[in-house]
Structure formats: C-alpha cells, structure tokens
C-alpha cells in the first residue's frame, strides 16, 4: 500500500498540475487580501488578524474555482489516464487489490490537494502580513485548527465527488469537465449547504464548527464507498 501511495504522489503530470495551480491559487490569496486591506490598518496589532487567516479559504470563491480546477484535473489524471492508455491493465495485475489501489490514489490525490492548499494559505498569509509579527503568530495560533478542519472536510469533499465522476466517465476529458461542473455548480446556483463557506465561524467551537460540515462529510463518504464499489466491478480498460 506505501509503494501504490508513494507511487501516485511522484507522478510527474500530476505534479505539473499542482505547480501551476499553486500560482493561482496563491494569486486568488493574495487577491482577496488586497481587497481585505481596504477596510483596515494590517499594522495595527489588536486587529482580528485571525478571522482574515480563516476567511481566506471560507469566503474566498476565486480560491474555490481553481482549486476545483485542480481537482478534477489531478483526479481525471490519476483516476482515468490509466485505463484511457491501457497502463491500467500493468497496474491491476500487481499483487494488490483493485480496493487497495483506488484507495492509494484517492488518498494520495487527497494529500496533495490538502497540503497544496494549506501551505500555500499559510504562506501567503504569513508573507502578506510580515511586517506585523506578533499579530501573524497569533492568528496562526487561534486560527489554523479551524483551517486544517477546513480544508480537511473541503478536500475530502472535492476529492470524493471527482474520483466518483472519473471512475464513472468514459474517458480523461468528460471526467474532468464533469468533476468541474458538478463541483462548481453549486456557486453558480447558490445552493448554500453545498458550497464550502461557513458564516460565523469564530462564534462557534471547535466541535461545533466541525459539526456544521456534516452534510459534506456525509455526502463525501457516499461518494468514496460508490467510487469503491464502481472501481471494483468495472472493467480496468
């Protein structure tokens, strides 16, 4: 199982994709701190540095347009390529299971977004308030167990719906564009309890911020035991 996770995170494609999409990202970041800016002084050191460093991924949709993007790109790579080449058929006759295989390359795509993006956030952040020390170490503090909850729920959730999508599609191409529709679509039509942002974050706890999210981890692991079970029965070609 480490060799098939060790495997799928040095894939060179997939790699490529996350290099590019780090700029982007990074740009949506720095983009929506900008905008923050206009509101307040981020030298004065009681300001609530915190709540910015959460709401740059729950109220960031520029971030959650691109990391969509990524997702269905690195999931439709990871998850379709093979079998649209006929590797798939080297791969599944390793003496793994097909369970252990598609369970290596959902949790080495999950990595790899979630690391990606927390890094990234944190770094951005970090850089953009650098001139107000004592305030940024304060906020990484109060803040980050809420933005690894986050993009733990977030990521799972975007994963789960992408590997579902590829592992059902015909090819490469209509995986990526579905897995992309079907995760933005809830944007465009403003279904609410679909989308990744969560208003009044800093009223709430811990357990009770993570609770909000059920829908999500709900619907994510429907996704993740279908995609399981589809991989299984469906022929590798």
């Known amino acids: 199982m480490r060799a098939l996770v060790k495997h799928e995170l040095q894939e060179p494609t997939k790699l490529s994709v996350l290099l590019l999409f780090s700029v982007l990202i990074s740009a949506a970041y720095k983009a929506f701190l900008i905008g923050y800016r206009s509101s307040f002084s981020s030298t004065y050191p009681h300001f609530h540095l915190h709540r910015v460093f959460v709401e740059m991924g729950h109220s960031n949709m520029t971030f959650y347009l691109f990391a969509t993007l990524m997702a269905s790109f690195i ?3 990871s998850t379709r390529t093979e079998r649209d080449t006929g590797v798939a058929l080297s791969i599944y ?3 793994y299971s097909r369970k252990a295989i598609l369970t290596a390359k959902f949790f080495s795509n999950f990595l790899l977004i979630f690391v990606y993006s927390l890094a990234l956030h944190v770094v951005v952040f970090v850089l953009h308030f650098s001139g107000t020390l ?5 906020a990484l503090r109060e803040g980050i167990p809420f933005v690894i909850i986050f993009y733990i729920i ?8 992408s590997s ?3 592992i059902s599609s015909p090819n490469t191409y209509v995986a990526i564009m579905v897995s992309f529709l079907a995760l933005y679509f809830p944007v465009l039509a403003n279904i609410k309890w679909l989308m990744p942002a969560l208003t009044e974050w800093w009223e709430a706890g811990l357990s009770t911020y993570a609770t909000s999210f059920k829908t999500l981890i709900f619907l994510s692991t429907v996704l993740f035991i279908a995609y399981i079970i589809i991989g299984e029965r469906r022929d590798v070609r």
């Open 134 to 138: 004592e305030g940024v170490l304060k």
């Open 75 to 77: 999931v439709g790579i």
């Open 154 to 161: 977030v990521t799972f959730y975007v994963v789960s719906l």
């Open 164 to 166: 579902f999508v590829a």
């Open 93 to 95: 006759a390793l003496p």
